[in-house]
């Protein structure tokens, strides 16, 4: 008499097709990105408005500081791409670096939206 394994779930079959018990390490790797991208970003925030608001300057891209601002988002961003494209949490390689591009485009549009449109 052998014992056979029980069938799995549809959706759990998916999950232990393409994720991996390593994916764990997104959460050290994905705050390790995170939060020196982070300091440049209010850096170049508090330089734009300080505490006090923002004085009548143009905002946007007519802003002085837009360069700078463009320049640390992409450098965010690409934090975030690497953290997310080498910690092996989804399988196959182009399905990581699919959602790795995708979430550091993200975020790097979303940091370029806070610093220079939100204030």
């Known amino acids: 008499m052998s014992i056979q394994p029980r069938e799995a779930k549809p959706g759990l079959r998916f999950m232990q097709a393409h994720f991996s018990w390593r994916s764990l390490h997104l959460l050290w790797t994905v ?3 995170f939060v020196p991208a ?3 970003v209010l850096a170049v925030s ?4 300080w505490f006090a608001g923002c004085p009548v300057e143009p905002g946007g891209f007519a802003a002085p500081n837009a360069s700078s601002a463009v320049y640390v988002a992409l450098g965010a961003g690409i934090l975030m791409f690497a953290a997310l494209a080498l910690t092996p949490w989804l399988r196959p390689i182009w399905l990581r670096l699919s959602a790795a591009l995708g979430l550091s485009a993200l975020l790097a549009v979303f940091w370029t939206w806070l610093i220079l449109f939100s204030h």
């Open 31 to 33: 705050p390790l990105a």
């Open 38 to 40: 982070l300091l440049p």
């Open 46 to 49: 508090l330089e734009r408005c």
